[in-house]
């Protein structure tokens, strides 16, 4: 696995554990918000910030990311607005965003559907002479399904300037990786499809950039697609209606909360002289500060009418669409 040396300057690694931070704090408020019937179900990623972080930071801004639900939260570190995410995880229209405007592909919550999607922007900017690349997220469990095969295909054969990160966590909701592959690593599937591949430690931040920074050179280079498998293991619940007691093992998870990733780049910050203690965590009760507060602007706004939905799916909606819609207007403001 990559161990790189430290390679980014103090304040790009204050940056970064400022991201890793407001990641964090979303997370763990969310499990809290759902619990009070204000967000719907939550895919949980405590203690997969180090590769979501990491790899972004890879990015420059013309590239994309195409996100899986355990990403959610991604778009925040491409200026996507806290109140827009909780919003999303609302289920609330004002939680839709313009993907174009941020480089963000909108959450994919199918598994591996969206890999395709990825493979496919990136053909396509290729093909049209841009100097773009792709970047996707998806769980081990994504590596079972058919759209990874068909995704992983034509990223090879095209040579399409994308990065596929796999979050190996080690469990496809209950299953374990055990019974999902023979295969020794994740990494050795991507070699049969002609594409190089890396293992990284996904605990470790900046093995992930530093994978994911080789990675996009190459591809901006025209050397092609680059499968990366970032290992850990997942520490919480699959999601917020998951019940993990029947599955994982709490001494195992108990070991690994102790080494999670935001505690290990956190040490090594303070040990760098680059941040203290004290200052780490004045940034995670400023992030929690920060969600509490779009969260109770986002609850300000009051719900809007169900109306909304109809009028995004046509441009010129059948007349059907448009009853249903001017009668669902009413009802709302009856409601009102």
């Known amino acids: 696995m990559t161990q790189p040396a430290v390679e980014l300057e103090p304040a790009s690694l204050r940056g970064l554990h400022a991201d890793m931070s407001l990641l964090r704090a979303l997370d763990e408020l969310a499990v809290d918000y759902h619990r009070q019937g204000r967000i719907g179900t939550h895919a949980i990623y405590w203690g997969h910030e180090a590769i979501q972080a990491g790899a972004v930071l890879a990015l420059d801004d013309r590239d994309w990311i195409f996100p899986s639900y355990r990403e959610a939260a991604i778009g925040l570190l ?67 399904e058919g759209s990874f095969h068909e995704g992983l295909t034509f990223a090879g054969v095209v040579g399409a300037p994308v990065v596929l990160i796999c979050n190996n966590n080690g469990w496809a909701l209950s299953t374990p990786l055990s019974a999902q592959t023979a295969a020794e690593t994740l990494a050795d599937k991507a070699l049969g499809y002609g594409i190089p591949a890396e293992r990284v430690d996904g605990g470790d931040v900046l093995a992930v950039h530093h994978a994911t920074r080789t990675a996009i050179d190459r591809a901006r280079a025209g050397e092609g697609p680059t499968f990366i498998e970032a290992t850990t293991y997942r520490m919480a619940p699959h999601t917020t209606s998951d019940d993990p007691s029947l599955y994982l093992d709490d001494e195992r998870v108990r070991r690994e909360r102790a080494n999670e990733c935001l505690a290990r780049f956190e040490q090594l910050l303070v040990q760098r002289g680059i941040t203290s203690k004290l200052d780490a965590a ?50 709302h403001d009856v409601m009102a």
Request: with cysteine; net charge negative.
């Open 78 to 144: 491409r200026g996507i607005s806290l109140e827009t995410v909780l919003s999303w995880l609302r289920g609330e229209l004002a939680g839709c965003w313009d993907p174009h405007a941020h480089g963000v592909a909108n959450v994919c919550a199918p598994v591996a559907t969206h890999i395709p999607h990825a493979v496919g922007f990136a053909w396509g900017s290729q093909m049209k002479g841009e100097d773009t690349c792709a970047l996707v997220f998806f769980g081990d469990g994504a590596t079972s």
């Open 282 to 331: 004045a940034v995670h009760s400023d992030c929690i500060s920060r969600i509490r507060a779009a969260m109770e602007a986002v609850e300000a706004r009051g719900a809007e009418s169900p109306a909304r939905m109809l009028e995004i799916v046509y441009a010129d909606p059948p007349r059907a669409l448009q009853r249903a819609r001017d009668s669902l207007a009413e009802s």
